[in-house]
């Protein structure tokens, strides 16, 4: 095993630890420690609003796959689309889920699924609410147009991997007068949402989701882990920068 | 039970999988199981192909059955799907008529819709500016018509400096800037990752 391995199977380690102690401090303390993202406080009125007219709600999970690293993403959007489900599991229109690629719509029938299922609602689940809306990112924008616009969509959630093609999602659910939350981990997805959607969420704040919508007490440590690993990122960084700067490196 | 059973084995098979593929990648003693597993999930992905296609149809199926607003576009989308699964079955997807479908139908339509896209973004940059009108709204804008005007080549008149202030936003600040998000999300996908491995996040329906 080589060192750089050794340094990465430590480092993952040390992720790890500080996860669990994170996890474990949270349980005992009451302090917040999340900072106020105001998309997410509207997605929870949203959601509120939206059960109480019977309206639906859109989770968007994108067309990048689980099999690389745009699926982190995408589980990301799962996990909030459980939470959402759960959530408006009451209101006469059940959440609708799409996605641009095949892995992700069987996930998120399954997700569907099984919330039905932990509620003993089983019988509101149709296989047809996770659906496959395209498999080419434009096809798929095209085709999860018709669900903004013609099933009652009062809140929109798109969180996964997004290329440019999400403006058109978005611009469609801005004609509609929805609310529309959106988040992805590429970077010119992320800059086309922030001048289409109306609440963007920037960088690692997709990844924070899952705590904002209390989706686990390891959503939080999570979160407290990567600031702190952020942190020691930087002083690397800058560390190495003025080694440079002397001339030691 | 039956069902905390099979939750339970669900989850282990994630976890275990999960981590031979993550070692896999530090220990040469897996490295040839972690080629064996990502082998095995292409496949899956490739026959998960089959369900989400069968799972298109279906919803269409549904929206002409229960005659919902737009239907008549889903008969559209079935008749074309069969048509081209059809010739790419019988005659081969290199075959000239499945060509055909693919360069005067697929390209010119998803063409159109990068066309449309231009027009949305375009309107969208205007409408921030009524919408959100803040100091990052004013240095977005500011800094795409920068870009803009600093890559296109101005008719009759030529001004150089702009394409080095284009030069400076996209090759200094706009790398930093987008160090800075992937480093976050970086982080995150990591997070995300050790979540599912540790078995705190099971948005699978485990």
């Not at chain 1, 105001?38 to 067309?63: C, D, M, N, T, Y």
């Not at chain 1, 919508?213 to 003025?242: C, E, F, K, Y």
């Not at chain 2, 010739?87 to 479908?101: K, Y």
């Amino acid at each position: 095993m080589s060192l750089v391995s050794l340094l990465g199977i430590i480092s993952i380690l040390g992720f790890v630890v500080l996860m669990f102690f994170f996890a474990a401090v949270g349980r005992k303390s009451r302090k917040r420690y999340l900072r106020d993202i105001p998309a997410f406080a509207k997605l929870r009125r949203g959601i509120g609003l939206a059960v109480e007219a019977g309206q639906r709600l859109h989770v968007s999970l994108g067309h990048g796959g689980v099999n690389g690293l745009e699926g982190a993403s995408a589980l990301v959007g799962l996990s909030m689309l459980q939470r959402i489900a759960r959530a408006a599991s009451i209101s006469d229109r059940p959440p609708t889920a799409t996605s641009g690629e095949a892995t992700l719509a069987v996930l998120s029938q399954d997700t569907l699924r099984s919330v039905y299922q932990s509620i003993g609602a089983e019988e509101q689940y149709e296989p047809t609410q996770g659906q496959l809306s395209g498999l080419t990112p434009f096809s798929f924008a095209a085709g999860a147009i018709p669900v903004v616009y013609d099933q009652q969509v009062s809140v929109n959630i798109l969180a996964g991997h997004f290329g440019s093609e999400v403006a058109l999602i978005t611009d469609a659910a801005e004609r509609k007068g929805a609310l529309t939350l959106a988040g992805s981990d590429s970077i010119s997805a992320q800059a086309v949402l922030y001048a289409t959607a109306e609440d963007t969420l920037i960088g690692e704040e997709l990844y924070a989701g899952g705590a904002y919508v209390q989706a686990g007490p390891m959503h939080l440590a999570s979160v407290r882990t990567q600031d702190v690993v952020r942190w020691v990122i930087v002083i690397l960084i800058l560390a190495g920068a003025a080694l440079k700067l002397v001339g030691v490196l | 039970m039956t069902l905390r059973l099979k939750n339970v084995f669900l989850v282990s098979i994630t976890i275990a999988f999960g981590l031979i593929v993550l070692l896999g990648y530090f220990t040469p003693a897996v490295a040839g199981l972690r080629v064996v597993l990502l082998r095995w999930a292409v496949i899956m992905t490739g026959v998960l192909l089959w369900v989400g296609a069968w799972n298109l149809g279906m919803v269409h199926v549904h929206k002409i059955q229960i005659r919902q607003p737009g239907s008549f576009y889903s008969i559209i989308l079935l008749f074309s799907g069969v048509v081209t699964f059809g010739l790419g079955m019988v005659l081969g997807p290199t075959n000239s008529a499945a060509r055909w479908i693919f360069d005067y139908i697929q390209v010119p339509v998803e063409s159109s819709l990068m066309a449309i896209l231009a027009v949305v973004l375009a309107y969208a940059c205007a409408r921030l500016l009524n919408r959100r009108l803040n100091f990052f709204t004013i240095i977005f804008v500011g800094t795409v018509v920068l870009v803009i005007v600093g890559t296109i080549s101005l008719p009759v008149i030529d001004l150089p400096f702009l394409h080095g202030i284009r030069d400076v936003i996209t090759q200094v600040l706009a790398v930093g800037g987008a160090r800075g998000i992937l480093l976050g999300v970086g982080l995150g996908t990591i997070a995300t990752g050790l979540r599912i491995l540790m078995g705190s996040d099971r948005p699978y329906g485990g």
